[in-house]
């Protein structure tokens, strides 16, 4: 077997098991399904009858849920992608990392697949997201549908190989819980999700921008709000320039991701 067949075997082996793993665990489908869709219930329901946009034209109005959607979306796959890292510390402890990482293949290999698995798992936690919103009062057509599940497979690319390279250095669980959730809640409030970018403070508006974050949920609005009058009033960035700094952000992160494992021992 030369060199890049072992490389492609091992990034599908360790792919295959992360969709094994996920098959297994009922408890993770329900919390996928039931966390996005209470938020868009209760918390979205809650925030539109109390708030109205700002800036807006006359006689032109944005509805909340439609608005916060794609941000419910970028939300669900925020929290999946980071938390999944916690399957390194679950493999150190029960010592599968040990055996693959002495296995004669490279190390960035095992990112990689572990990587491609969350977001194939993202990828499926999507098409769920996607029948809410007739909830969210968005039409979403079937070529809409197939520009997102690629979007959605990009943030769960790199916000996955965050967590790897997080947990790649982490000794504990309550280690990686501690970084994870400092992380993962600032560029959730910060992304744009919640409220638009040019609503908000200078201050505020300059830490939204150095969030790779915003410009998923903005790639997602691209394509979601494709064809509605008012999708100019919501999006900030073309959805090229958003792709780009996703596959800048997925590139510096499974490059973290793949240190992280190199000096893994």
């Not at 796959?77 to 390194?88: A, E, P, W």
């Not at 504990?172 to 609503?199: C, E, R, V, Y």
Request: net charge neutral; charged share 10%; hydrophobic share 55%.
């Amino acid at each position: 077997m030369n060199l890049l067949e072992s490389i492609a075997k091992t990034i599908y082996v360790i792919w295959y098991r992360e969709l094994l793993r996920f098959r297994r665990e009922k408890s993770q489908w329900a919390g996928m399904v039931m966390q996005p869709t209470l938020y868009l219930l209760f918390v979205g329901t809650g925030i539109a009858s109390a708030m109205a946009f700002r800036g807006l034209p006359e006689g032109v109005e944005i509805d909340y849920l439609t608005f916060v959607y794609p941000g419910i979306i970028g939300m669900s796959i925020l929290f999946t992608s980071m938390f999944s890292g916690v399957s390194i510390i679950w493999d150190r402890e029960f010592g599968f990392l040990k055996e693959i990482l002495v296995a004669p293949v490279p190390r960035w290999a095992i990112s990689v697949g572990k990587a491609l698995g969350i977001a194939t798992i993202v990828s499926f936690q999507a098409v769920v997201l996607l029948l809410l919103s007739p909830l969210a009062g968005v039409p979403l057509t079937v070529k809409a549908a197939l520009g997102i599940l690629p979007i959605c497979a990009m943030i769960g690319f790199s916000i996955g190989c965050l967590g790897i390279a997080i947990a790649g250095r982490m000794e504990s669980l309550h280690g990686f819980q501690l970084i994870s959730n400092f992380l993962t809640m600032p560029m959730f409030f910060l992304s744009g999700a919640i409220f638009p970018l040019h609503t908000a403070p200078d201050w505020l508006q300059w830490l939204m921008k150095i969030n790779p974050l915003t410009y998923g949920v903005d790639a997602l609005r691209n394509v979601i709000y494709d064809g509605i009058p008012t999708a100019r009033l919501m999006v900030q960035h073309s959805l090229s320039y958003d792709l780009m700094i996703l596959a800048l952000f997925g590139l510096v992160t499974a490059t973290a991701a793949a240190t992280a494992f190199n000096k893994t021992e």
